[in-house]
């Protein structure tokens, strides 16, 4: 397995992992998630983070095709000036490919990244009943720190 920076040529494995990411995770815990969003937005979406400095993507390959990916953006607000925020926006290891070390080596390629950039703190967002991303994200050191309320 080995981790690399996405570019144009990848993107049609890079869709192909994030189209199972919102099929699996969002379309099991969002009954209103466009589940086909990747498949017809993605393509652009993920070329112009390409192009912007503030995003990293990454992609696990392995033998057997992507064996996952990362998505992170730094940002920054008015509202809190002294933080560079580093986001995960999307991660998906291939479920032939857990617990093999994949969603850490992503993880780390990420926290580099993002402290290379200045990053001053890390956040991930997971739908509250997917209790195994929020066990996984926890042992890499994030913690609560909002809660969303809905009402539906």
Avoid at 1 to 20: W, Y
Avoid at 104 to 127: C, G, H, I, P
Avoid at 130 to 146: C, D, K, L, M, Q
Wanted: proline share 4%.
């Amino acid at each position: 397995m080995t981790i690399v920076r996405a570019t144009e040529e990848l993107i049609p494995e890079l869709l192909a992992s994030v189209g199972a990411l919102f099929a699996e995770d969002g379309g099991r815990h969002d009954p209103v998630m466009d589940a086909d969003w990747p498949r017809r937005h993605g393509a652009v979406y993920y070329r112009e983070l390409l192009g912007d400095d503030a995003a990293l993507i990454l992609l696990a390959r392995a033998d057997a095709g992507p064996a996952g990916h990362l998505v992170g953006r730094l940002r920054t607000s008015e509202l809190r000036p002294g933080a560079r925020v580093a986001v995960l926006e999307s991660m998906r290891v291939a479920e032939r490919s857990r617990r093999a070390g994949v969603g850490s080596a992503l993880v780390a390629e990420f926290t580099e990244w993002a402290a290379e950039n200045s990053a001053t703190e890390f956040r991930v967002t997971a739908f509250a009943a997917n209790e195994a991303a929020i066990a996984f994200y926890r042992s890499h050191g994030f913690t609560p720190f909002e809660l969303t309320l809905r009402r539906g």
